[in-house]
Nanobody, 120 residues
Framework: QVQLVESGGGLVQPGGSLRLSCAASGSRFSIDAMAWYRQTPGKQRELVARITSGGSTNYAESVKGRFTISRDNAKNTVYLQMNSMKADDTAVYYC????????WGPGSYWGQGAQVTVSS
């Protein structure tokens, strides 16, 4: 079984920075695209940023220029560096990955979610 474990959420003041991490663990798997989504109460989960296995990225318009997604393939980890944060960035952030398990085949995997609160 493959798992995604997130870390790095918390409380930050407007204009501040926060870094989320998400590590995949398990046995014998390969990772294709990885991404970060976020969700607030009463709203659908929305894509924040995505990165392919080759390093190509795309971002939601609302975070362009402020957030940076990156990955360390050797550590099976994806990061989200969030700068110049705003109150509207407050949400539960979920990491996502397209993973092929040698045992279970291809699948979509989600992290457990990390609360990010931007408030003074």
């Amino acid at each position: 079984q493959v798992q995604l474990v997130e870390s790095g959420g918390g409380l930050v003041q407007p204009g501040g920075s926060l870094r989320l991490s998400c590590a995949a663990s398990g046995s014998r798997f390969s990772i294709d695209a990885m991404a970060w989504y976020r969700q607030t109460p009463g709203k659908q989960r929305e894509l924040v940023a995505r990165i392919t296995s080759g390093g190509s990225t795309n971002y939601a318009e609302s975070v362009k220029g402020r957030f940076t997604i990156s990955r360390d393939n050797a550590k099976n980890t994806v990061y989200l560096q969030m700068n110049s944060m705003k109150a509207d960035d407050t949400a539960v952030y979920y990491c996502y990955a397209d993973i092929t398990s040698y045992r279970w085949g291809p699948g979509s995997y989600w992290g457990q979610g990390a609360q990010v609160t931007v408030s003074s």
